[in-house]
């Protein structure tokens, strides 16, 4: 049993966890938060003898490896002043410990607390949700603002009280949850039934119908495609021989991606509108600074925007605070996830990301061809939005070498 009639500090734990993740509240935006809640992670981790010798040994290798990483990269080949290498050095004690702290104390138990928590908050959004679409969101957004909370993000309409997220004028039939926006929120849900997949071998539970719901709920193109992925990888999981009926699914699916307008029309409209808005940022600038606004590049124009500014600079990186660069010309703001990522850390982070990705994905699926569906559910996720930096993603790489370390204890014993 996950829960019991005293405080489960596992749930606390991970509510936190999720919460930080978020980027969506006060909590995300202050530093202090962030210190008093790893410090409090770390205590609890050293008090019940959580944090064993091999652990320490993992965060103090990984943490000698980063920062020799990003000196290397930052001073002599970038060439960069210190505040770049301050930034990615206080990335690694935000969020990289983070992260390693969570999956420390939660250990295998990691994958079914946040599957569980993320469900009670979606059940809870639903809620809120219900509110837009009886168009009484005023009442969301007047309740929040009250509240007078600091925000992660900064643009007219947007609120967040900690568990739901409103952004009036804006997105009112998306649901957005406890992220920032409905797409994001719609990542956080895939990587839950992801994970709720594996540890129910990929059945349609209770929670992963409410999952499911709540992914349709954002209206969110890369989660749709993410979705009919985790579909079919089940379909394949229950029924590993390729059949009649596997053909069947795989033509319905790419029918449904190209007539259904959310998802075909809308992939084809969003590459011709930001390929538009890259020959036109001059004027886009006169509008969204009169709004106080940075501008919205979407998917493929932050693409094609961050490739030709950095080009080979990619393969490492440039640096985790690398948008002070990329703004010297125009205020951009950037919504492709994978390309954030390799504007941070690199193509040589992002493959060390995937690496453990796959190697926590292969131990619970066995099977090559469902990783590569479980790749791909990555890979649109993070193409959507720029959620690969966030703790629940960077999770992945301790989460197999927590587990396998268990595993071997476990054996020996």
Known sequence: MVFSKKIDIYYFITLLFLLLSANASFLSVSNIAWFLIIVFMCLLAIGRKLLLPGDLKTIGLFSLVYLLFVSVRDFTINDLDVQFFISDVIFLFKFVFLSFIFCTILKEKAAAYIVTVITHLTILSFFFFSFQLLDLGEYIYKFSSALNLRYSHEFPGYTNFLFFTFIKGQDEYRNSGFVWEPGSFGCFLVIALLLNFFLNNFTFDKKSKILIIGIITTLSTTDYLALLILLFCAYRFKVPKINFWAIVIVLVSA?????????????????????????????????????????????????????????????LGVSNKYDAILNRTFDINISNGIFD???????????????????????????????????LVLLLVG???????????????FMPVVQTRLSKKVLGN
């Open 341 to 375: 990522f390799l504007a941070k850390f690199g193509l040589v982070g992002f493959i060390f990301l995937i690496y453990h990705y796959s190697r926590f994905c292969l131990a619970n699926v066995l099977k090559w061809e469902y990783l590569i569906y479980c790749i």
């Open 255 to 315: 029918l449904i991606i190209i007539f259904l307008p959310i998802l075909g029309d809308k992939i084809s409209d969003t590459y011709y509108n930001d390929i538009s808005d890259l020959n036109r940022l001059k004027t886009l600038e006169i509008f969204y600074q009169h709004n106080h606004m940075q501008i919205p590049l979407n998917r493929f124009a932050s693409m094609v925007y961050i490739y030709n500014l950095f080009g080979f600079k990619l393969i």
């Open 383 to 397: 193409f959507g939005e720029p959620i690969l930096f966030l703790p629940i993603i960077l999770m992945f790489i």
